[in-house]
């Protein structure tokens, strides 16, 4: 089977989906692999570590895409990307399947099948295919990077001739992969964390990690069978914007992680909270892609809030993308392995199996799990 990678198209995305390792390790194991031209530029990786370790090397994504039995993208694909794929041909990228149906039913009228590893199942054996989780980790340490360089103070507690300085504090909202990579890089850089999440089950993970678990008492929460927060109802949202209010007065830096897998973003920091903040404080809204956690954040944005700046950088594993690439890279390659066949160089993806039943969304021009637009 024909494996490809393209560029990716959209603004500000500097990720590969194909890093030059990966295609060494594809081509072992029996698969033709091609790449757009450029298509690591920006990561790191030149079209000769590319071609050294066995790819082809073209220009045209449309004639590579025309050409793919696998498509590999990390982004999902523009219409016109689309198109150009053959019917039968298999494509594993984010798809983002909850806020963009209408992809997907574009895709199974085409005959296309689609696999969105947003859908990856969180168990120990896809563990190792589990985009999310890895580009998440990388997000949270991005975060802290950005509102240190933002911060007009540095994080650790130092003792000089002059005085001492005191840390700085940090607040983390919600202990998923991105926010406690968070905790962990804050703490790294020496600064004194708090940490709120709805599932009480993560405060002894958070405590691990050198943060004060904010107790918050905000009636019945839980988490998803995959270890996602569950929706809070508006009443829940507005107790725990109370019971955060008092923390968030007293941070130098606030990061937001909170999202609802298949939903916009919940808004837990109101204008009110951020006011109440020290000026030249910084809050770093995670969630801006879908929505925002932060009243007033805006995407690609830096604005300010009675002093207080409010980051809403998108795509924060970007702003990492040599990393970033290298764990989606392998990501998808342990992807493609778990269906490889015993014929060298092709995959099936059994519907039996658990991880396909999850990810795969399309199959023989039919979608194969009900989605609904989740404003």
């Known amino acids: 089977m024909h494996v490809v990678a393209t560029r990716e198209t959209e603004n500000g995305e ?56 696998i498509a590999l993208h990390v982004r999902k694909p523009n219409k016109d990307s689309v198109s150009q794929l053959k019917s039968d041909a298999i494509h594993i990228s984010f798809l983002d399947p909850f806020l963009d149906p209408g992809l997907v039913e574009s895709m199974a009228q085409q005959r296309i099948t689609a696999v969105s590893l947003e859908m990856v199942p969180r168990s120990t054996r896809a563990q190792k295919m589990d985009a999310l989780s890895s580009q998440a980790s990388l997000a949270g340490y991005a975060a802290v990077i950005t509102a240190a360089y933002h911060l007009p103070r540095i994080f650790p507690m130092m003792m000089t001739p002059a005085g001492t300085i005191s840390p700085t504090r940090v607040f983390v909202i919600g202990a998923g992969v991105a926010g406690l990579q968070a905790i962990a890089t804050a703490h790294r850089l020496g600064a004194r964390i708090e940490a709120f999440d709805t599932r009480p089950v993560v405060a002894e993970e958070v405590r691990s990690l050198g943060a004060k678990f904010v107790e918050i008492d905000i009636g019945e929460t839980g988490q998803t069978e995959q270890g996602y927060a569950k929706a809070l109802t508006p009443e829940q949202i507005e107790m725990q914007r109370k019971g955060m209010a008092k923390v968030v007065a007293r941070s130098d830096v606030v990061i937001t992680t909170a999202q609802v897998f298949g939903r916009r973003a919940p808004k837990i920091v109101t204008s009110d909270m951020i006011q109440a903040m020290d000026e030249t404080s910084v809050v770093v809204d995670m969630a801006v892609e879908t929505g925002g956690n932060v009243e007033g954040s805006q995407l690609n944005q830096i604005v300010e809030c009675g002093g207080v700046k409010i980051v809403g950088l998108g795509n924060l594993p970007s702003h990492v993308a040599g990393h970033a690439s290298e764990m989606y890279s392998s990501n998808l390659v342990h992807f493609i392995r778990e269906f490889n066949t015993e014929e060298s160089g092709t995959i099936r993806l059994d519907p039996e199996n658990d991880i396909a039943k999850a990810c795969v969304l399309t199959r023989d021009g039919q979608v194969l799990h009900a989605f609904s637009n989740g404003k």
């Open 14 to 69: 500097f990720r590969a989906a194909l890093v030059p390792t990966g295609v060494e390790q594809l081509v072992k194991d029996g698969f033709d692999v091609s790449v757009q031209s450029g298509i690591g530029l920006y990561a790191g990786f030149s079209d000769q570590m590319y071609s050294e370790l066995g790819a082809n090397v073209e220009v045209e994504a449309n004639k590579l895409l025309n050409e793919a039995d």
